[in-house]
């Protein structure tokens, strides 16, 4: 009886980071669509294959924080966590469909420079979340992560300038600029995701 109150308390650190993992995955696959965009239709398809997982990753936590008593953490702190990694995924998807249902026949001015800054953000998240347990270094991380999202409203703003100024059919433009603002939001994304961590990190520090 007393399993079903004390289980596999180790396992929401590991549905975590399986789901960081996965969001990493995205953020590589989007980085490289966004370079070369010789398989844009595969690579979109294998995206949405990783955000589907990703859901799924989502609603096991959900399920484990309906059925275990203690948790290791908050259970509202890995339920926001949790979201925060999600919308993340939910953002990396937006884009790559975005780019396939747009048609974009050659890399963006910017877009791979948005979407390097949005990948190292994901890979130091995604150590973030492999460190919750012993706190190893999370803090260092956290901002390095916002100094990245500085760096990535610098660079939207440099895009947009460019994009007006460059390019001249009035469709293409709408296109990459939505396309931007979207890389530009998953940037902000894992900002939030670093105040999640941050305050679960006060609370048990």
């Known amino acids: 009886m007393f399993k079903k109150f004390f289980p596999k308390q180790e396992k929401f650190y590991e549905l975590l980071t399986e789901l960081a993992t ?17 398989h844009i239709a595969e690579d979109a398809s294998r995206i949405h294959i990783l955000e589907n997982k990703c859901d799924e990753f989502t609603h096991q936590i959900i399920h484990e924080l309906n059925e275990t008593f203690i948790t290791p953490i908050d259970r ?3 339920h926001e966590l949790t979201n925060s990694l999600d919308n993340i995924i939910d953002g990396i998807d937006a884009i ?11 890399p963006m001015a910017f877009g791979p420079q948005l979407s390097e800054i949005l990948l190292s953000q994901v890979i130091l998240l ?14 260092d991380k956290l901002v390095q992560i916002r100094n990245l999202e500085t760096e990535g409203d610098m660079v939207f703003r440099e895009s947009i300038s460019d994009l007006f100024e460059n390019e001249n059919d009035v469709r293409e433009l709408i296109k990459k600029k939505e396309i931007l603002e979207n ?14 961590i941050e305050g679960i990190l006060i609370k048990n520090i």
């Open 22 to 38: 996965s969001i990493l995955e995205g953020a590589t696959l989007l980085n490289q669509m966004l370079i070369n965009h010789d």
């Open 76 to 78: 509202e702190d890995i």
């Open 96 to 106: 790559a469909t975005r780019v396939h249902l747009y048609k974009i026949q050659k």
């Open 126 to 139: 995604t150590e973030a979340v492999k460190s919750l347990k012993d706190h190893d270094n999370i803090f």
């Open 183 to 196: 890389i530009e939001r998953a940037v902000d994304r894992c900002q939030t995701a670093t105040i999640v």
